[in-house]
Nanobody, 115 residues
């Protein structure tokens, strides 16, 4: 069982920055992909950013140029650097990992962008 724990969420002013972290209980170099999804309202989670084992990345159009996803294999931790934050970015952000054909999820961390 893979355990994923997010941290770094909180309240930030528009235009500010946050860095989310996702710490894994297992070596992340074994994961096919890791990423971040968000939940605004209702049950649906939407992709924010994804990084593959080979280092390739994908981003939602709404965050391109503002968000960066990265991975530190030595620390078994994935990061989401969020810059130029907007109120529309307010959501619960979930860490995601794909391993052995199964998806794993963290518990989520709240990000609130407000003045």
């Amino acid at each position: 069982q893979v355990q994923l724990v997010e941290s770094g969420g909180g309240l930030v002013r528009p235009g500010g920055s946050l860095r989310l972290s996702c710490a894994s209980s297992e070596p992340i170099f074994e994961f096919i992909a890791m990423g971040w999804f968000r939940q605004v309202s209702g049950p649906q989670r939407e992709l924010v950013a994804l990084i593959t084992s080979g280092g390739g990345t994908n981003f939602a159009d709404s965050v391109k140029g503002r968000f960066t996803i990265s991975r530190d294999d030595a620390k078994n931790t994935m990061y989401l650097q969020m810059n130029s934050l907007r109120p529309e970015n307010t959501a619960v952000y979930y860490c995601y990992a794909l391993f052995a054909r199964l998806p794993y999820w963290g518990q989520g961390t709240q990000v609130t962008v407000s003045s």
